[in-house]
């Protein structure tokens, strides 16, 4: 256990884009927040100036009408306001970590044969097995809680600056600073997800470990160019997308249970303001991550994941390329 | 007496090239055994085997493990320091102890720390912002504080200045060595490890040409450095070496009582530098200019 947490020390130690990221786009955020207008979401868009007394004025006639009815929306409505904040700063954590990530497991078998340390890593009494799965685990568990633990931090420093910002003014009653309840439900269902999404993501994880341990050269190259030109070439010569489509299920098929926005918000694009809020009742039911574990592309994925790590383990032990 | 190495017939082939060719290696614990031989003749390969980094065909057995198999089982008692700095640029001094300290059940802290403190490698500093010196200071300071039973140096000193290649066998023996331990170096700079060494392996084109104890190498070789009158005896008692220096020839030969050679001219033990470069010549191409005159 010791050895373990020792190894996953170490990968921050070495990539610290792991840990340096989500602490920056955190910080990013809230300095945006406390300095700037604040953009939340696409349908409800609210720019406010650091002067908060003239922003409701220097809206333009059909936006302070949405703002109006945005104020004098129901209690659950506005919590749903609220809740889209919430996610909005998980989206942009967890699309920030999922590219460091990449980056992170193509790098993480490479590097230590590029510049040979791995001939003193292989000194020490630790198993190949336990260093590529080390990795594996920083790259598919433990990076992405941490990003979500700040993407957690970011939005509660966020609610205390709208609350200092904005309290008491129209703008401050469109939606609450704090909802403890809606703010720990959406963290229980952000942790649920991302147990989905780890397992979903597993093969895709497993996958740049292969090729990490194997490609002697241009890692980046190597994971990308053989699903691409798969793809490409089933299209050209049998004119089916059968490879496309499943690689592309795989890298966003997970999404289909994020994408909350089109179901929270109403099914007519015209709708502008209130009418666009659902209640938060039926905004948080519509993100239902567990209805993922049934699918049999998850469970048959974790498979494929198995054996691409298994693979990437053989080949750090057996190959001898230093 | 424990064996720590034992070979038996260890081959290895990379593709048609054939890097070991059936060596049979015998290392018991304590020695300080030197592996010499030039460039590409088998000892890094013969190290990778030993530390479970390659396959190989063959027995091998290294603390009574098979390294290939249990690798990591056997780097619990096995410490390895390779031909170039191998530790990783970006670690931190500190971090190098953190984590060797985190999956080394045999790693004395306090002891790598002390010995660091000796240097002028600080703490913080990246493996990058050290010299090359320091950073093989680091690696011995981090090696010394493992309770192996087996340490492999694969050219330890390459690309060092004499100070540093001075203190480091200097620190290695008296900070380190004891009876219970068994040091495997190799080198193509014999000079270096001379002194140190209680036996010599040399190999060759992926064969061992000679294996032994160096208390044992006065008993089975002498050079002869004949007065010129005697020459031709001493050439006609089958030297298998010769060349000249400062217009002297000077003989090697093995199995001959040096008390039969002494009345010939000047006899001494060779030196292991000498014994090597007698040994590495293929077979035949020692004939000097001065024996091709005589014939």
Same mark, same amino acid.
């Given at each position: 256990?010791?050895?373990?947490?020792?190894?996953?020390?170490?990968?921050?130690?070495?990539?610290?884009?792991?840990?340096?990221?989500?602490?920056?786009?955190?910080?990013?955020?809230?300095?945006?927040?406390?300095?700037?207008?604040?953009?939340?979401?696409?349908?409800?868009?609210?720019?406010?100036?650091?002067?908060?007394?003239?922003?409701?004025? $220097?809206?333009?006639?059909?936006?302070?009408?949405?703002?109006?009815?945005?104020?004098?929306?129901?209690?659950?409505?506005?919590?749903?306001?609220?809740?889209?904040?919430?996610?909005?700063?998980?989206?942009?954590?967890?699309?920030?970590?999922?590219?460091?990530?990449?980056?992170?497991?193509?790098?993480?078998?490479?590097?230590?044969?590029? $510049?040979?340390?791995?001939?003193?890593?292989?000194?020490?009494?630790?198993?190949?097995?336990? /260093?590529?799965?080390?990795?594996?685990?920083?790259?598919?568990?433990?990076?992405?809680?941490?990003?979500?633990?700040?993407?957690?931090?970011?939005?509660?420093?966020?609610?205390?600056?709208?609350?200092?910002?904005?309290?008491?003014?129209?703008?401050?009653?469109?939606?609450?600073?704090? $909802?403890?309840?809606?703010?720990?439900?959406?963290?229980?269902? /952000?942790?649920?997800?991302?147990?989905?999404?780890?397992?979903?993501?597993?093969?895709?994880?497993?996958?740049?470990?292969?090729?990490?341990?194997?490609?002697?050269?241009?890692?980046? +190259?190597?994971?990308?160019?053989?699903?691409?030109?798969?793809?490409?070439?089933?299209? +050209?010569?049998?004119?089916?997308?059968?490879?496309?489509?499943?690689?592309?299920?795989?890298?966003?098929?997970?999404?289909?249970?994020?994408?909350?926005?089109?179901?929270?918000?109403?099914?007519?694009?015209?709708?502008?303001?209130?009418?666009?809020?659902?209640?938060? $009742?039926?905004?948080?039911?519509?993100?239902?991550?567990?209805?993922?574990?049934? /699918?049999?592309?998850?469970?048959?994925?974790?498979?494929?994941?198995?054996?691409?790590?298994?693979?990437?383990?053989?080949?750090?032990?057996?190959?001898?390329? /230093? | 007496?424990?064996?720590?190495?034992?070979?038996?017939?260890?081959?290895?082939?990379?593709?048609?090239?054939?890097?070991?060719?059936?060596?049979?290696?015998?290392?018991?614990?304590?020695?300080?055994?030197?592996?010499?031989?030039?460039?590409?003749?088998?000892?890094? %390969?013969?190290?990778?085997?030993?530390?479970?980094?390659?396959?190989?065909?063959?027995?091998?057995?290294?603390?009574?493990? @098979?390294?290939?198999?249990?690798?990591?089982?056997?780097?619990?008692?096995?410490?390895?320091?390779?031909?170039?700095?191998?530790?990783?640029?970006?670690?931190?001094?500190?971090?190098?102890?953190?984590?060797?300290? *985190?999956?080394?059940?045999?790693?004395?802290?306090?002891?790598?720390?002390?010995?660091?403190?000796?240097? @002028?490698?600080?703490?913080?500093?990246?493996?990058?912002?050290?010299?090359?010196?320091?950073?093989?200071?680091?690696?011995?300071?981090?090696?010394? #504080?493992?309770?192996?039973?087996?340490?492999?140096?694969?050219?330890?000193?390459?690309?060092? @200045?004499?100070?540093?290649?001075? %203190?480091?066998?200097?620190?290695?023996?008296?900070?380190?060595?004891?009876?219970?331990?068994?040091?495997?170096?190799?080198?193509?700079?014999?000079?270096?490890?001379?002194?140190?060494?209680?036996?010599?392996?040399?190999?060759?084109?992926?064969?061992?040409?000679?294996?032994?104890?160096?208390?044992?190498?006065?008993?089975?070789?002498?050079?002869?450095?004949?007065?010129?009158?005697?020459?031709?005896?001493?050439?006609?008692?089958?030297?298998?070496?010769?060349?000249?220096?400062?217009?002297?020839?000077?003989?090697?030969?093995?199995?001959?009582?040096?008390?039969?050679?002494?009345?010939?001219?000047?006899?001494?033990?060779?030196?292991?530098?000498?014994?090597?470069?007698?040994?590495?010549?293929? #077979? *035949?191409?020692?004939?000097?200019?001065?024996?091709?005159?005589? #014939?």
């Amino acid at each position: 256990m010791n050895v373990l947490v020792t190894l996953v020390k170490r990968e921050f130690w070495e990539h610290r884009a792991l840990w340096l990221v989500p602490l920056l786009i955190g910080v990013a955020i809230v300095v945006l927040a406390a300095f700037e207008g604040v953009h939340v979401g696409d349908r409800v868009n609210i720019s406010i100036d650091l002067d908060s007394s003239v922003a409701a004025n $220097d809206l333009e006639p059909q936006e302070r009408a949405a703002l109006q009815s945005l104020t004098e929306l129901p209690a659950n409505k506005k919590q749903t306001i609220y809740l889209m904040t919430l996610v909005t700063f998980l989206t942009v954590h967890m699309l920030a970590i999922g590219i460091v990530v990449f980056f992170y497991l193509l790098d993480s078998l490479y590097s230590e044969r590029k $510049d040979r340390s791995i001939l003193f890593w292989k000194s020490l009494p630790v198993s190949d097995g336990v /260093t590529v799965l080390s990795k594996g685990l920083v790259g598919l568990l433990i990076a992405p809680l941490l990003a979500i633990g700040m993407a957690a931090l970011t939005q509660i420093v966020f609610g205390g600056i709208w609350a200092l910002k904005f309290g008491g003014s129209s703008i401050g009653s469109v939606m609450p600073a704090w $909802d403890t309840a809606v703010w720990l439900k959406f963290q229980g269902l /952000t942790l649920l997800a991302f147990c989905v999404g780890a397992l979903w993501y597993a093969p895709i994880a497993g996958y740049l470990l292969l090729v990490s341990a194997w490609a002697r050269r241009n890692v980046f +190259l190597w994971a990308v160019m053989p699903p691409v030109l798969l793809a490409v070439g089933e299209k +050209l010569l049998m004119g089916s997308d059968y490879i496309g489509e499943f690689i592309g299920r795989r890298m966003l098929g997970v999404a289909e249970i994020f994408s909350v926005d089109a179901r929270y918000s109403s099914a007519d694009a015209g709708e502008f303001g209130a009418a666009a809020v659902q209640p938060i $009742d039926r905004a948080l039911a519509a993100i239902d991550p567990a209805g993922f574990f049934l /699918t049999p592309d998850l469970w048959l994925g974790l498979a494929a994941a198995a054996l691409l790590v298994f693979a990437a383990v053989r080949i750090r032990r057996y190959r001898d390329d /230093t | 007496m424990t064996t720590v190495i034992e070979a038996r017939g260890l081959t290895k082939n990379y593709g048609s090239t054939r890097a070991l060719q059936g060596i049979d290696l015998t290392v018991e614990a304590g020695r300080i055994v030197g592996l010499i031989g030039p460039n590409g003749s088998g000892k890094t %390969s013969a190290i990778k085997a030993i530390l479970g980094l390659t396959s190989f065909d063959g027995e091998l057995k290294v603390l009574g493990l @098979d390294p290939h198999q249990q690798r990591d089982a056997l780097m619990q008692n096995v410490s390895f320091i390779a031909d170039v700095a191998v530790l990783p640029r970006w670690i931190r001094v500190s971090q190098t102890l953190d984590f060797v300290a *985190g999956v080394h059940p045999r790693f004395e802290r306090a002891r790598a720390e002390e010995f660091l403190r000796k240097t @002028d490698i600080g703490m913080k500093k990246r493996v990058r912002e050290l010299s090359k010196g320091m950073v093989t200071q680091l690696h011995l300071a981090l090696i010394l #504080a493992i309770d192996a039973k087996l340490l492999v140096l694969d050219e330890p000193t390459l690309g060092l @200045d004499l100070l540093f290649r001075r %203190s480091f066998y200097d620190t290695l023996l008296n900070d380190y060595f004891d009876k219970e331990r068994t040091i495997l170096v190799t080198t193509h700079q014999v000079e270096e490890v001379e002194h140190l060494l209680t036996d010599v392996v040399f190999i060759q084109q992926g064969k061992i040409k000679l294996s032994q104890s160096v208390e044992s190498l006065s008993e089975h070789y002498v050079q002869l450095i004949p007065t010129p009158d005697n020459l031709p005896r001493a050439r006609a008692l089958g030297p298998f070496y010769e060349r000249e220096v400062f217009g002297r020839t000077a003989m090697m030969f093995e199995g001959r009582n040096i008390e039969d050679l002494r009345p010939l001219g000047e006899t001494r033990t060779p030196s292991i530098a000498d014994l090597f470069v007698a040994k590495m010549q293929p #077979a *035949g191409a020692w004939v000097s200019p001065v024996a091709e005159v005589a #014939a």
